[in-house]
Nanobody
Framework: QVQLVESGGGLVQAGGSVRLSCAAS????????VAWFRQAPGKEREFVAL????????YYEDSVKGRFTISRDNAKNTVYLQMNSLKPEDTAVYYC????????????????????WGQGTQVTVSS
């Protein structure tokens, strides 16, 4: 059982930056693909970004391409989401999730493919 804990959220002004962290309890975390999802009030949870288990491949939702960067440090059992040029519409609770489905990367935007989830961290972007 992998436990995930997100941190780094908070209140930031539009145009600012935030780095989220997702720390795992198990060293086996390095064998999992990891994604970030977000859920805004009154909306469904949506995919944001993912990194494959080795960190060799990444994939982003179109609205965050060029602004967000996902990375991982398997030695620290941690995945990061660097968020730059933030917009009010980025306001949401951000969740990290880990899975081992090994589906084609473009299909791994579906939340049901992930086995483990963190509790989420709130990011609020003020205009």
């Amino acid at each position: 059982q992998v436990q995930l804990v997100e941190s780094g959220g908070g209140l930031v002004q539009a145009g600012g930056s935030v780095r989220l962290s997702c720390a795992a309890s198990e060293s086996t975390f390095s064998s999992y693909d990891v994604a970030w999802f977000r859920q805004a009030p009154g909306k469904e949870r949506e995919f944001v970004a993912l990194t494959t288990w080795s960190g060799g491949s990444t994939y982003y939702e179109d609205s965050v391409k060029g602004r967000f960067t996902i990375s991982r440090d398997n030695a620290k059992n941690t995945v990061y989401l660097q968020m730059n040029s933030l917009k009010p519409e980025d306001t949401a609770v951000y969740y990290c999730a880990a899975g081992s489905s090994r589906e084609p990367i473009a299909t791994m935007t579906r939340s049901r493919l992930y086995d483990y989830w963190g509790q989420g961290t709130q990011v609020t972007v003020s205009s």
